[in-house]
């Protein structure tokens, strides 16, 4: 079985751009979850993902947003980028719950300068 | 909120045991994960702990004590692969995992 799939690896952008972030799942899982991962605070939960809706958010401001399709693929966006930004974002999927065992995606690594 | 803690590194001999401990504080405890993570891939699951004990899996152990927000990862005869960050992760009722900092252990010859 294919593992979790995240597009694209690396990703440079400016301050002020928007850039948007791709994760296919497992076959056969439906909730997805993304993490921000940084040196300083870890990681760090954005949002989950079920059925198209989401189910649970963190604590990031509103330019961090996200959809589901109904294939299970996410993305997210984040809008307006600021240098603290710059970090390593994770896509867990699991079988339909964030609470359950997660399978992490290789990540995208985002670098704004 | 929930509170984790765990060191930030450690240094351990190839061959050795070394122990990577993590604490605590949350309300509404449902079960503790332990993620291994090599510089610059994915995190990769190791191990849950839902009850009180020892959960054995190859040169792998984790242990659970519920009463005193505690578990260790503990890992037998090291090998250089083993270089990496462990992450302790604990849910809370049905919220998302919220993860601890990382120890960053380095197997040394």
């Known amino acids: 079985k294919a593992g979790v799939t995240q597009t694209p690896r690396y990703l440079i952008k400016t301050r002020g751009q928007q850039v948007t972030l791709s994760c296919s799942p497992i076959?056969?899982?439906?909730?997805v979850s993304w993490y921000q991962q940084t040196p300083g605070q870890g990681l760090q939960f954005l949002f989950e993902?079920?059925?198209?809706?989401?189910?649970n958010k963190g604590n990031f401001p509103g330019r961090f947003s996200g959809r589901q399709f109904s294939n299970s693929r996410s993305e997210m966006n984040v809008s307006t980028l600021e240098l603290g930004d710059s970090a390593l974002y994770l896509c867990?999927?699991?079988?339909?719950?964030?609470?359950?065992?997660?399978?992490f995606g290789p990540g995208t690594r985002l670098l704004v300068l | 909120g929930q509170n984790i803690d765990q060191p930030t590194e450690m240094t351990a001999t190839e061959g050795a045991i070394v122990q990577i401990n993590c604490t605590y504080q949350t309300s509404g405890f449902n079960g503790l994960f332990w993620y291994q993570q090599h510089a610059g891939e994915a995190p990769t699951f190791l191990s849950y702990n839902v009850l009180d004990g020892l959960e054995e899996k190859g040169r792998f152990s984790s242990f659970l004590s519920r009463s005193k927000g505690y578990s260790y990862l503990l890992l037998k005869e090291l090998q250089m692969k083993d270089s990496a960050s462990y992450l302790c992760a604990v849910r809370s009722g049905n919220t998302p995992l919220v993860f601890g900092k990382g120890t960053r252990l380095s197997v040394i010859a």
């Open positions: 867990a999927s699991s079988l339909s719950s964030a609470v359950e065992t997660q399978y």
């Open positions: 993902y079920f059925s198209e809706t989401q189910r």
């Open positions: 076959s056969g899982h439906r909730s």
